[in-house]
């Protein structure tokens, strides 16, 4: 006798969202039972090898079939299959945290669009089946009983529970197809074709045959033949003529033995899987037993993806469970600085059903995504050391990345990744690493240098390298926005302090000139202090320089905010109007000095003039503009008048 049971609540919910889904991805249900199939299977192979009473299979396999006439597509296993018991509680209620999970943001998400993603976001396991079908039949028969049962529902209320005759452990689930409407066309599952591609893109892994039955075309001759026989006898019904075909690979290319395969065949399954034209730069292939379990294949492309740096680029690995597939772009396996990192990771630690936001906090994810990007980061060092030109067409791609992940979270990956940064170098012909330039310095060379400016060229013919430029000091030239602040972030390498060409105290005067200096400033002060008056809206401070030697003037920052970074900032939204502070600075050895000192004793009052010019020039070679340009220029033009009298 058939028995009815009633859904529990929650269960019911969810049937009731899943018969009514408008959720497009309503194909995810195959994945789904699928996966359940391969469990099971593992399950009795398992028990298989504990208990020795258990009948040993060497034909595990999962069968698909359709019935087109009648509408019916049927999944089959012959693995541990369930008691009646299991069956209740399995398909009767919500058991697994996965779907509450999914209970609970469906409440929040509530009567929301968001409805759409949750559902795409979470395996939701059996029920799913229920987007396409208007009524499935599940037979089973477990292991360890005598008697099979018959679980028939249309996924409302209710469930129904008969016994049958099964002869082998194992499930059998019916699904009747729903009938096509405007909106789904759900014949597409009766489709040879669809089944196929859908099991290549979800389960092509699963380590069992997934094997479709195939309706044989019958040869002309064949044909006659079968109506022959027809004729001549009143026969029983003829047997079809059927034949199976495997749709899976079973074993993944990152399971398969590393000897057995070559370069070409990881780039060749890298340029299919990841849609990308070229070969990668360069494939890992990483494997971990222990604590937690996981193979990883990961690339670095050769080119960045075309929207790399466009915020509609997702980062992610693709991520496999027991080789079943789970999600495309996992984020939380790769940090932001490596979100060019293309690749996936399979682990069998993993829960399929798991939940987007189990997911997240889930510690073994974190351990995988921990090793992960060690083995990029150590395989990129390996690069720089073995291959340096490899390396470069790497840094020149994605080398920004690499900054910005010295610079996020306050530093956090600093020490991890100050090694493959590069720059070029005033001297250097090609970018150079802050290890290399360290083995360089000279001798009596206390700082590494930097200064941010477009090239070579630039830095050569700034005035606050002539007293670096007689030390023969290298520098560091800065040219990406992010720069300034790797270095602040860095603060040190090596236990060298970096230094700034045109920031606060250059430090590279013997005790003398200091002294000299000192002296100067005391004697000089009535000039100093007008210039310091006419400029007191736009300097903090007029000095007697010791960087220049040969350049009449320069403007450098105090050593709080740089230039640079006022720039940097104010083009940022929300700009604070963070200003770096400014300092006049003038070379008291050269000839202007003692121009300027002149037109102070014959002319007091022209003083502001010339203040006014000297702190233009300076603002231009720093590559600010002037306040007034006009004015600058009519002055300028009064200064030639004048000289020419
Ligand atoms: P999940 O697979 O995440 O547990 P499902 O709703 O897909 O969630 O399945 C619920 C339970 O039903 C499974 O955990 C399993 O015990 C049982 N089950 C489902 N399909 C099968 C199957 N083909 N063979 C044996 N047991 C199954």
């Not at 090793?371 to 790497?394: H, P, Q, R």
């Not at 720039?567 to 963070?578: A, E, I, R, Y």
Request: charge should be negative.
């Amino acid at each position: 006798m058939a028995k009815v049971m009633q859904f529990k609540t929650e269960s019911k919910r969810l049937l009731e969202l899943m018969i009514n889904s408008i959720y497009s991805n309503k194909e995810i249900f195959l994945r789904e039972l699928i996966s359940n199939a391969s469990d099971a299977i593992d399950k009795y192979h398992y028990l298989s090898l504990t208990e020795d009473k258990l009948p040993k299979k060497n034909d595990y396999e999962i069968l698909i079939s359709m019935d087109k006439e009648n509408k019916t597509l049927t999944i089959k296993d012959n693995g541990i299959g369930m008691t009646y018991d299991e069956l209740v509680n399995s398909l009767g209620t919500i058991a697994k945290s996965g779907s509450l999970e999914f209970m609970e943001k469906l409440k929040e998400a509530n009567q929301n669009t968001n409805e759409i993603d949750i559902i795409g976001q979470f395996g939701v396991g059996f029920y799913s089946a229920f987007m396409v079908a208007k009524k499935i039949e599940v037979r089973t028969r477990s292991l360890y009983a005598d008697q099979g049962y018959l679980f028939t529902s249309t996924g409302e209320e209710t469930f129904e529970i008969d016994e049958i005759n099964k002869e082998d452990s194992g499930t059998e689930i019916t699904l009747y197809l729903r009938d096509n409407n405007e909106e789904y066309e759900y014949d597409r599952f009766l489709d040879e074709w669809t089944i196929k591609s859908l099991v290549k893109q979800y389960s092509d892994y699963v380590r069992y045959p997934i094997k479709l039955l195939k309706e044989k075309e019958e040869t002309e001759e064949e044909q006659k033949e079968t109506e022959e026989k027809k004729d001549q006898s009143e026969t029983k019904d003829q047997e079809p003529i059927v034949e199976y075909e495997t749709l899976n690979s079973m074993t993944p290319i990152w399971k398969r033995n590393k000897n057995e395969l070559e370069d070409k065949d990881y780039n060749e399954f890298y340029k299919q899987k990841f849609y990308d034209g070229s070969d990668p730069l360069m494939h890992v292939l990483v494997n971990v037993e222990g604590k937690v379990n996981y193979t990883a294949l990961l690339y670095i492309p050769s080119q960045p993806p075309y929207n790399l740096y466009s915020e509609k680029y997702e980062k992610g690995l693709q991520l496999y469970c027991k080789g079943v597939f789970i999600m495309d772009k996992c984020k939380e396996l790769l940090p932001d600085y490596l979100r060019f990192v293309k690749g996936l990771v399979d682990s069998s630690d993993l829960n399929l059903n798991i939940s987007r936001e189990l997911l997240q906090k889930s510690k073994i994810l974190k351990d995988i995504a921990d090793n992960v990007e060690k083995k990029i980061v150590s395989k990129l060092e390996g690069l720089m050391k073995n291959d340096f030109e490899k390396y470069l067409s790497f840094y020149k791609n994605f080398g920004l990345n690499l900054k910005f992940g010295v610079y996020d979270d306050f530093g956090a990956k600093k020490d991890l990744l100050k090694d493959l940064i590069l720059y070029n170098t005033v001297y250097e012909e090609q970018m150079i690493s802050f290890k290399q330039y360290v083995e360089k310095m000279k001798e009596d060379q206390k700082y590494i240098y930097y200064v941010s400016a477009k090239n070579k060229e630039a830095v050569m013919a700034m005035p606050q390298m002539d007293v670096i430029k007689k030390h023969g000091y290298d520098v560091l030239i800065l040219t990406d926005d992010v720069d300034e602040f790797l270095i602040r972030i860095l603060d040190k390498y090596d236990d060298k302090e970096f230094k700034s060409i045109n920031q606060g105290d250059l430090d590279l005067l013997d005790d003398e000139s200091k002294e000299k200096i000192k002296e100067l400033n005391e004697e000089k002060k009535p000039l100093l202090d007008a210039l310091k008056e006419a400029l007191k809206d736009e300097v903090q401070d007029v000095i007697l320089s010791k960087r220049l030697t040969d350049s009449a003037v320069c403007l450098v920052s105090s050593d709080g905010v740089s230039f640079e970074m006022e720039k940097v900032l104010s083009s940022m939204p929300n700009s604070q109007g963070v200003k770096a502070e400014r300092v006049l600075e003038i070379n008291p050895n050269h000839a202007l000095f003692n121009a300027l000192e002149k037109v102070y004793l014959n002319d007091p009052t022209s003083i502001a003039d010339y203040a006014n010019l000297l702190y233009s020039q300076a603002l231009i070679m720093e590559g600010f503009s002037v306040k007034d340009p006009v004015e600058f220029s009519n002055k300028m033009c009064e200064l030639m008048i004048k000289a020419a009298k």
